[in-house]
């Protein structure tokens, strides 16, 4: 029957186009991991090649720490790289959100959601939190004050906003 095999056609469509959506909300995920994992390696290393040749004192130490430090910089570069990817798979995945939160603070909403879908799904009290899970449990747990806010914290909006009313932003 006509009408049978429509449905089950609409059904595998739908299944196709949410396994797709699904695959690019991992895309944006694994890409924000790997921009967090190169900037908080790239800074260490940063450090260390700093103070490395400040303490060089031969001739080939130096050479080695100035040649280190340059290795360490063209890593630090992949960030930028790494970062517009970032804003290309945002803008075409998530344009609002890219809109109202910018690229690292939309696809870190979006890891700690766990996919597009599920974030959009998430009450708002929910997405201020997110990123505030420890302290969330400990609250439940130990009857501390609960957390006003998790990741969207590094937004400008929240983090410049009077202390009283950053929870109500």
Same mark, same amino acid.
């Given at each position: 029957?006509?009408?049978?095999?429509?449905? &089950?056609?609409?059904?595998?469509?739908?299944?196709?186009? &949410?396994?797709?959506? %699904?695959?690019?909300?991992?895309?944006?995920?694994?890409?924000?991991?790997?921009?967090?994992?190169?900037?908080?390696?790239?800074?260490?290393?940063?450090?260390?090649? +700093?103070?490395?040749?400040?303490?060089?004192?031969?001739?080939?130490?130096?050479?080695?720490?100035?040649?280190?430090?340059?290795? !360490?910089?063209?890593?630090?570069?992949?960030?930028?790289?790494?970062?517009?990817?970032?804003?290309?798979?945002?803008?075409?995945?998530?344009?609002?959100?890219?809109?109202?939160? +910018?690229?690292?603070? +939309?696809?870190?909403?979006?890891? %700690?959601?766990?996919?597009?879908? &599920?974030?959009?799904?998430?009450?708002?009290?929910? !997405?201020?939190?997110?990123?505030?899970?420890?302290?969330?449990? %400990?609250?439940?747990?130990?009857? !501390?004050?609960?957390?006003?806010? +998790?990741?969207?914290?590094?937004?400008?909006?929240?983090?410049?906003?009077?202390?009283?009313?950053?929870?109500?932003?």
């Amino acid at each position: 029957d006509i009408g049978t095999l429509r449905e &089950k056609a609409l059904e595998r469509a739908h299944a196709q186009l &949410k396994e797709q959506l %699904a695959r690019r909300a991992l895309l944006i995920i694994q890409c924000i991991k790997a921009f967090d994992a190169v900037e908080k390696s790239s800074t260490i290393l940063l450090e260390r090649a +700093g103070g490395w040749s400040r303490v060089a004192s031969e001739p080939s130490d130096a050479e080695q720490a100035a040649s280190f430090g340059c290795s !360490v910089r063209e890593f630090a570069k992949k960030k930028e790289k790494i970062m517009e990817s970032l804003e290309k798979l945002m803008d075409a995945e998530a344009p609002n959100i890219h809109a109202v939160c +910018g690229t690292i603070l +939309g696809a870190k909403l979006i890891e %700690a959601a766990g996919s597009l879908e &599920k974030l959009s799904s998430l009450p708002a009290s929910t !997405v201020q939190v997110l990123g505030a899970e420890t302290a969330f449990f %400990a609250h439940l747990r130990k009857k !501390v004050r609960p957390p006003k806010h +998790g990741i969207i914290f590094i937004h400008p909006a929240v983090s410049d906003a009077e202390k009283e009313s950053r929870g109500k932003i």
